[in-house]
């Protein structure tokens, strides 16, 4: 392997040649041979987004030269486009401040910034990193990728999601079926109007999220090392910020108190919550579809799902609800995910919280794992989600609990005696209740319908 000698405060090491990063990264690369998770590449685009906006606020104040500001946006714009994803090597579990892929970034771009540029040398230090930290930049990039991550991909999916649901609550608005509490016979409802409690779910995620992600607006940026702005323009937070604002069209904008910025990772915390709020709310349908598309013969079979797949190895013509498992499996991830992110942002010991590269890798795994499962649950299984009618029919009949209809007329006493005598006789609940004597058949044709029974609006009769 070819290499070069690069040279850093602690001496001298070899770096492959074919390479952009510097004797930092080379440090961290080999010191840090842990696992196989490597810094989201999310991350790394908001990185190069900060790194351009610093210049440009840099520049603004006079610090940096129009031709080193130049050369650094020009290598940032190449990071963004995704032109050089193999110079972001390193380990999530490295310094708990990220400075290591503070400093990888800072390197890349001040090697190719110096390709670019003869004129003028671009340090990483003094010219990439000018007037930050790694303390105020990790964080900051965090809120980059997360929020952006959200909302460029998490929250359209669930926006697809509601709209799909919304069809199907139309759709099926007056197909009765039988409800279903504590996993036994309940009251009769329509199956639009069990729709619609999973299309209220997902609003209300919706809502949560969009919310909760306005708290991670604010950027650390500005309070480099403990919060305080050491060697950062008093100003130097702000035009970051607007310049950020300015690159990706979100409204980002400077933490009023950059201690809190470091050391807490609570907005982050919060909007975590309500995405495990979605996984929790995701998980709940997937069953729900799943165990009423049990059978074919052997289940509840209220529903039809589309056969994406052989189902077994062994049994022939088996077909499974794999969209559910795997969702299911996504969901109980990202709820795990929660307790990593929450723990670990309690650990802001003094002035900084070192547990940054995991809180951000779990966060953006959350989202992208819900955005993707989300959306192969809605093209693969939700679109093609059929009610069977027929089945459907038949259960409401069989039900027991269709005798709640006949509590205000004769009373719950009498009621549970016609439930009980038909559980027991095995008969019909028409039959028993007739053998009682305590309704007449026009009485009971009138009172047990179950159509009158699931208290649709006058206007959805």
Known sequence: MNVRIEKDTMGTIEVPADHLWGAQTQRSFEN???????????????????????????????????????????????????????????????????????????????????????????????????????????????????????????????????????????????????????????????????????????????????????????????GTAVGTGLNADPRFGDLVATQLAEQTGYPFISAANKFHALTSHDALVYTHGAIKGLAANAMKIANDIRFLASGPRSGFGELSIPANEPGSSIMPGKVNPTQSEALTMVAVQVMGNDATVGI??????????????????????????????????????????EALPERMNELVEQSLMLVTALNPYIGYEKAAEIAKKAFADNSSLRAAALATGYVTETQYNEWIDPLKMVNLPEDDK
């Open 344 to 385: 670990a942002a309690s650990q802001g010991n003094f002035e900084l919280n070192v547990y940054k590269p995991v809180i951000i890798y779990n966060v953006l795994q959350s989202v992208g794992l819900l955005a993707d499962a989300l959306d192969s649950f809605n093209r693969h299984c939700l679109i093609g989600l």
């Open 32 to 222: 840090f041979k842990i696992g196989d998770e490597k810094m989201p590449v999310a991350l790394i685009i908001a990185f190069a987004e900060l790194k351009k906006a610093a210049s440009v606020a840099n520049y603004q104040l006079g610090k940096l030269s129009q031709v080193k500001q130049a050369a650094i946006a020009t290598a940032c714009d190449e990071i963004i486009a995704g032109k050089w994803p193999h110079e972001f090597p390193l380990s999530v579990w490295q310094t708990g401040s990220g400075t290591q892929t503070n400093m990888n970034m800072n390197e890349v771009i001040a090697f190719r910034a110096n390709l670019l540029i003869t004129e003028e040398n671009v340090h990483p230090n003094d010219d990439v990193n000018m007037s930050q930290s790694s303390n105020d930049t990790f964080p900051t990039a965090m809120h980059i990728a997360a929020y952006r991550q959200i909302h460029a991909h998490l929250l359209p999916i669930v926006k697809e999601m509601t709209v799909i649901l919304t069809q199907k609550k139309t759709k099926y608005q007056h197909l009765v079926k039988i409800g279903r509490t504590h996993l036994q016979d309940a009251t009769p409802l329509t199956f639009g109007q069990e729709i619609s409690g999973w299309e209220a779910m997902m609003n209300a995620s919706f809502a949560q999220i969009e919310q909760s992600a306005q708290t991670i607006l604010e950027l650390a940026i500005g």
